[in-house]
């Protein structure tokens, strides 16, 4: 009688502890669901390559709201408001990224293929230009996610921090490089590494303090 009664008390403690641990493999499930869904989404509107810019903005905007009303706030409707609220600034910002990232890469092009005088000076400073350019490119998608600058305040600030912040922007880098080398090894990654690491980046820049404009002075990213 002892002994029956004993293996119902265990029995019972093992069915509260898998009751127990039942909200937490949801609740885990659900954020996985929630990374799954943005970087889906994400993927497709980034697919035309002209508006990536304006995609990544909105990933960097929904990853934001996240960590200011939990994560579930949503996804779909998150992002496609933020897609479509900052579209006009972010798709001038993505212009201009892709203008400058085209007048890099046939700089690097030229560089590499002609020998002359000073051709070596000239090829380190295209890849320093191109480093300026990944940090500044960065920071605005943080920037964006924040405030509502014009696209010239974006990208001022963003080439300050860039250079202000060099531990952080040289450790987000570090951060990007580990997963493409993933995704390269492991291609299902790709399904859910970009807004991982969009929230992995903006919790490095989040708290990072953005001059406004002229006048404003400076000002926590965090609201």
Not at 21 to 43: D, G, S, Y
Not at 90 to 106: N, P, T
Not at 150 to 169: C, Q, Y
Request: net charge neutral.
């Amino acid at each position: 009688m002892n002994k029956t009664s004993d293996d119902i008390k265990v029995m019972m403690q093992s069915r509260d502890g898998m009751n127990e641990t039942e909200p937490l493999f949801f609740r885990i499930l659900n954020i996985f669901a929630h990374f799954v869904l943005l970087n889906l989404l994400w993927l497709l509107c980034a697919l035309p390559v002209i508006t990536l810019i304006p995609a990544t903005s909105a990933l960097f905007s929904v990853v934001r709201q996240w960590l200011i009303s939990g994560i579930d706030a949503g996804s779909t409707q998150l992002f496609f408001h933020y897609f479509k609220a900052n579209f006009k600034r972010s798709f001038s910002i993505g212009l201009l990224w892709l203008l400058a990232g085209l007048i890099l890469f046939i700089d690097f092009y030229l560089v590499s293929q002609v020998q002359f005088t000073g051709d070596f000076f000239v090829l380190i400073l295209i890849i320093f230009a191109s480093i300026i350019y990944l940090f500044v490119t960065l920071y605005s998608l943080c920037i964006m996610a924040h405030y509502e600058l014009t696209v010239m305040e974006t990208l001022k600030n963003a080439l300050f921090l860039s250079v202000s912040h060099l531990l952080r922007s040289v450790l987000s880098l570090l951060i990007i490089g580990l997963a493409l080398v993933l995704v390269f090894y492991l291609p299902f990654m790709i399904f859910i590494v970009g807004s991982v690491l969009a929230f992995i980046l903006y919790n490095i820049f989040h708290t990072i303090p953005v001059v406004k404009n002229r006048t404003e002075s400076e000002a926590s990213i965090t609201r």
